[in-house]
């Protein structure tokens, strides 16, 4: 099946500590985000990126890093400098083209401090 | 950039009552998606509206675009047990980059 899976589905981390969350897709997709979900709360962009080795800061970057080495890849780190990273996070992809296109989301990692 | 608001924040009604989501914007929005999200899930696409005034329906589900294109509603006529969840409005901004509101969270008592 086309998809996009995420892993960890739960991940914990040490103060001080780097971690990275894995996002793969086969769906062909060029576009790839990263969302943080806090609880009762809607997503906030992250980083996305429209092409390879090509990527751009969301509206809370600050702590956090990527890389898009592949088509198919898109992970995140979240660093030692993100001072409250327990969240839910979620990776999406989508076409690209003049139609806006909807995104499809992975199943998500759920990060907390030890 | 572009913020969205929605209300109501939190409703619960009992199966077969309708419920209806707004989403408000201070300026104007050249589109609005719509999303679901079950309990501890993901957000999954439910539909893409484009056109001032557009009305689209999916089943129970009624989605409609204002006509300045400043709002946009979901109402969902008896709702069922299967509809709970957080539906999340959300605006495109720039190249594909998507802006999503706070989302209304449904319950659904049998």
């Known amino acids: 099946d086309g998809g996009i899976t995420q892993s960890p589905k739960y991940l914990f981390r040490k103060e001080g500590q780097n971690v990275t969350l894995s996002c793969e897709q086969n769906?062909?997709?060029?576009?790839m985000y990263w969302y943080r979900q806090d609880p009762g709360q809607g997503l906030r962009l992250i980083y996305y990126?429209?092409?390879?080795?090509?990527?751009q800061k969301g509206d809370i970057a600050e702590g956090y890093s990527v890389s898009r080495e592949k088509k198919e890849s898109f992970p995140l780190t979240v660093t030692s400098a993100q001072k409250n990273p327990t969240a839910f996070y979620l990776c999406?992809?989508?076409?690209?083209?003049?139609?806006?296109?909807?995104?499809?989301f992975g199943d998500g990692t759920r990060l907390s401090i030890l | 950039g572009q913020q969205v608001m929605q209300i109501p924040q939190y409703q619960h009604v009992q199966e077969g009552e309708d419920f209806t989501t707004y989403c408000n914007s201070s300026t104007t929005l050249s589109n609005i998606q719509w999303y679901k999200q079950r309990p501890g899930g993901h957000p999954v696409f439910l539909i893409q509206?484009?056109?001032?005034?557009e009305v689209k329906k999916q089943k129970r589900l009624t989605f409609q675009f204002g006509e300045a294109k400043k709002n946009s509603s979901l109402h969902i006529t008896a709702t069922q047990t299967t509809d709970v969840g957080t539906y999340f409005c959300?605006?495109?901004?720039?190249?594909?980059?998507?802006?999503f509101g706070t989302g209304t969270r449904l319950l659904v008592s049998p």
């Open positions: 769906l062909n997709h060029d576009a």
């Open positions: 959300a605006l495109i901004e720039g190249f594909q980059k998507l802006v």
């Open positions: 509206l484009v056109k001032s005034g």
């Open positions: 999406a992809s989508s076409m690209t083209g003049e139609e806006f296109q909807p995104q499809h």
């Open positions: 990126s429209q092409i390879v080795n090509d990527f």
